[in-house]
């Protein structure tokens, strides 16, 4: 069984769109995330929920928005998609402050 | 941002070789992880230090927490072609919440 599932894997679409991103963990972790990771491998986090709340909101875009319907799913939805938002962004989920369990990403690419 | 520069940025040697990769900041870190990232997947833990001057060893791999909990260090004996990936360090500061990773070392491990 996979423990942490993010979909879709790929994900190809025109600047100004909006999508989704859909992560799920079947680990019983009370807290995740969503992370950017750029060309250069650069992780950054995002976003951080815990028990579905928002603990963590890094310097992102309001474009960007979160949902946690309940602590085994943390989606990410992002509005007007723009070129620079084209990079692989990984879904993680952990106990509050231990090792991160890491989805296998998705790859955005906005043309 | 509490920012984690590794060292070499990269590496690539011979199988059976030793080598060292090392993880440091000017910022102290409640706990300090290891992943390793291959191609196309999210990151792996590897390994998790809490006490200063913390050694632990995973078969060739020995990991070590800085005494002051600033840096830390990957050393792999006699390295083989599967060690070869994207070595991060992470570190979670600032709250338990806030896992910061490092910038990465891209290891290749030549047979």
């Known amino acids: 069984d996979t423990a942490v599932s993010q979909t879709p894997k790929y994900l190809v679409t025109q600047m100004g769109n909006d999508k989704s991103i859909k992560c799920e963990q079947n680990?019983?972790?009370?807290?995740m995330y969503w992370y950017k990771q750029d060309s250069k491998k650069f992780l950054k986090i995002m976003f951080s929920y815990n028990n579905k709340e928002l603990i963590i909101n890094e310097t992102v875009p309001n474009r960007f928005s979160p949902k946690s319907p309940d602590k085994a799913h943390l989606n990410l939805h992002i509005n007007s998609l723009e070129l620079g938002d084209s990079a692989v962004y990984f879904c993680?989920?952990?106990?509050?402050?231990?090792?991160?369990?890491f989805g296998p990403g998705t790859r955005l690419t906005v043309l | 941002t509490q920012l984690l520069e590794q060292s070499p940025q990269f590496l690539s040697i011979q199988e059976g070789e030793n080598l060292t990769v090392y993880c440091n900041s000017s910022?102290?870190?409640?706990?300090l992880q290891w992943y390793r990232q291959e191609p196309g997947e999210g990151p792996v833990l590897l390994v998790t230090?809490?006490?200063?001057?913390e050694v632990k060893k995973l078969k060739r791999l020995t990991f070590q927490f800085g005494d002051a909990r600033k840096d830390s260090s990957l050393h792999i004996t006699a390295a083989q072609p599967g060690d070869t990936g994207l070595y991060l360090c992470a570190g979670y500061g600032g709250g338990a919440n806030n896992l910061f990773f490092g910038t990465g070392t891209r290891l290749t491990v030549i047979p």
């Open positions: 230090v809490v006490t200063g001057g």
């Open positions: 910022s102290v870190f409640s706990s």
């Open positions: 680990l019983g972790h009370d807290t």
């Open positions: 993680a989920s952990s106990h509050l402050g231990g090792g991160q369990f």
